[in-house]
């Protein structure tokens, strides 16, 4: 059985909040950093109870995050999209034009010229 434990980023020092066993899951943990349930992750600890090994897999837990703003394409929150870039893992993105008439407009608004005058 695998357990998953994030390390969040606190002024006071980093700490590992309370959770649940059936919270503990590489699922659980990915959902939650991708909803902002967390944030401020800085270390994902993977501990092996059959192995007894304990990994550290912040990279792997990083790109399923970005992986699931492709699969559900939605863009991540402005602090995971800055988590990610980060980590240089790609995201889903939309790209937006702003047509020019909108800059023009915001000018004009901005100067008190035409109309906004």
């Not at 980023?9 to 309370?18: F, L, S």
């Not at 980590?87 to 008439?101: A, K, L, S, W």
């Amino acid at each position: 059985m695998q357990f998953y434990i994030p390390v969040i980023a606190h002024p006071a020092g980093d700490y590992i909040e309370e959770r649940n066993l059936d919270a503990c899951t590489r699922e659980q943990v990915i959902n939650d950093i991708f909803s902002g349930q967390i944030e401020d992750v800085t270390q994902v600890w993977c501990i092996d109870t059959e192995t007894g090994r304990l990994l550290e897999v912040i990279e792997d837990i990083a790109i399923d995050v970005g992986q699931r703003t492709f699969e559900r394409a939605d863009e991540p929150h402005e602090e995971l999209a800055d988590w990610l870039d980060a980590r240089g893992v790609e995201y889903f993105e939309v790209e937006y034009e702003q047509p020019d008439y909108i800059e023009h407009a915001l000018s004009a608004r901005q100067l008190g010229v035409g109309r906004y005058a």
